[in-house]
């Protein structure tokens, strides 16, 4: 058992330390991570149909959250487990969320990059994370697979 254990722990090991260099051969640091979430949230808050919606959620807890988002980037971009929130939950019963909401949010994140990513691979890889975060959010919150049940749909 404690060579399972110690099996497991050199293989988190070496996710890490993959991630960690392959995002600093992209450029990609903390102080990246930072810059990215302080930017994009500042710009989520100006935003005429995201910024009401976030504003109402975290109104008083913007401090809070912006630490929160900067490990939650800093932990999937390096693998290092130390987000340990939960996604899914938080964005439950958020007022005034709709599916229409996650292309603007995922626009706004493009832009942003486009204007602070040290390069291409940077927001590439940036992107495809965001989007794959949208669409699983979008499908957890809001995807009703009985909806695509061939039986419940008309002839």
């Known amino acids: 058992m404690n060579s399972e254990l110690q099996g497991r722990a050199a293989h988190a090991a070496a996710i890490r330390q993959r991630a960690e260099t392959d995002m600093n051969a992209m450029g990609i640091d903390n102080a990246f991570i930072d810059r990215l979430v302080e930017t994009f949230y500042g710009r989520v808050l100006a935003h005429p149909e ?8 975290l109104s008083g807890r913007w401090p809070e959250h912006m ?3 900067k490990s939650f980037w800093s932990s ?3 693998r290092s487990g130390a ?3 939960k996604p899914v939950q938080a964005h439950v019963g958020v007022a ?3 599916p229409a909401l996650f292309p603007q949010w995922l626009e706004l994140f493009a832009a942003t990059l486009d ?4 390069n291409t691979a940077v927001k590439a890889w940036f992107m495809a994370t965001a989007e794959r975060i ?3 959010l979008t499908l957890s919150l809001f995807y009703n697979p009985a909806l695509d049940d061939p039986a419940r749909k008309p002839a």
Do not use: E, H, Q, W
């Not at 995201?50 to 959620?57: C, E, K, S």
């Not at 204007?115 to 040290?118: G, L, Y």
């Open 50 to 57: 995201l910024g009401p919606v976030f504003d109402a959620r």
């Open 67 to 69: 630490a929160k988002m």
């Open 76 to 78: 999937v971009a390096f």
């Open 83 to 85: 987000y340990g929130g």
């Open 96 to 98: 005034n969320m709709t």
């Open 115 to 118: 204007d602070i990513a040290p």
């Open 134 to 136: 949208a669409k699983s």
